[in-house]
């Protein structure tokens, strides 16, 4: 695939006698936004724990710019470029939001006139100075957006970031993955959110019981009558 930053070769993931993920392929090519949706227990978790680096696969790997990285640890793939965001959000109470941001790039990538200007652009310059506990949980997951940005990613990995968010926030957070990282980087979206697929991204990946059951354009997937079988009693889009 041309330009592509990013791919994971063959992975399959056991759990003793019990199969995550069975023979998962896909890539992501420079500066394109790709979803992957899928049923609950469909594998997303178990996909991003091994696109990160919390665990590694029982076959197959992982490759950043054509380099093997399947046996790194989380903290070498981020050096390397490969960044992400949690489910969960997994922010230090008291500290600040600039306090964060210089967190963020402890192995020193960005300059603090390139964390502020990324503060500014993600709206979050006035907060600087403010404990990230008294953030709304929207600016919160914007923030930890930030920090990964901020480590110069070329493969952003977003898990759920509109997760928990009101209407208004899960806008700000469409317009930033647009605006902000489609074009610039390569993107991995973990979303249920359908509309925020449709919205952001440029391709779709289906997982179901742990293997790929269909991709392609976001209109032509969600068409898919197999897709939309899968989905079917699942009204929360799981
Ligand atoms: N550590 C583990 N040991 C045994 N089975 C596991 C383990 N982790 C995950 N599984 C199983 O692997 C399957 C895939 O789980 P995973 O959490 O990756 O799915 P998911 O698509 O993220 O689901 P959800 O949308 O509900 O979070 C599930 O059947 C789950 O029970």
Redesign the pocket.
């Known amino acids: 695939m041309d330009n592509e930053v990013f791919r994971v070769e063959g992975v399959s993931k056991m ?2 006698a ?1 199969q ?1 993920l069975n023979d998962v392929s896909l890539g992501v090519r420079h500066g394109e936004v790709l979803a992957i949706i ?1 049923p ?8 991003v724990n091994i696109v990160s680096g919390v665990f590694g696969p029982s076959r197959g790997r992982v490759l950043l710019e054509g380099a093997d990285i399947t046996a790194f640890s989380p903290q070498r793939r981020t050096r390397l470029g490969l960044s992400r965001t949690f489910q969960i959000t997994s922010l230090f109470g008291g500290m600040t939001v600039a306090e964060h941001m210089q967190l963020a790039v402890r192995g020193g990538d960005t300059l603090g006139h390139e964390r502020a200007e990324l503060l500014e652009e993600m709206g979050l310059a006035g907060s600087a100075p403010r404990p990230v506990d008294t953030l709304s949980h929207g600016d919160q997951r914007i923030l930890e957006m930030a920090m990964a940005m901020a480590t110069k990613p070329k493969v952003l990995l977003l898990d759920e970031p509109t997760a928990g968010m009101s209407v208004a926030e899960t806008d700000t957070m469409i317009r930033l993955i647009c605006d902000r990282l489609r074009g610039k980087v390569g993107v991995i979206i973990i979303e249920h959110d359908m509309s925020v697929v449709t919205q952001t991204s440029d391709r779709v990946t289906v ?1 179901a019981a ?1 293997a790929v059951a269909a991709s392609g354009s976001p209109e032509a997937v969600l068409r898919d009558p197999l897709v939309k079988e899968l989905y079917l009693g699942s009204a929360a889009g ?1």
């Open positions: 759990f003793g019990f995550a899928g609950n227990g469909a594998g997303k978790t178990t996909f997982l742990g799981h």
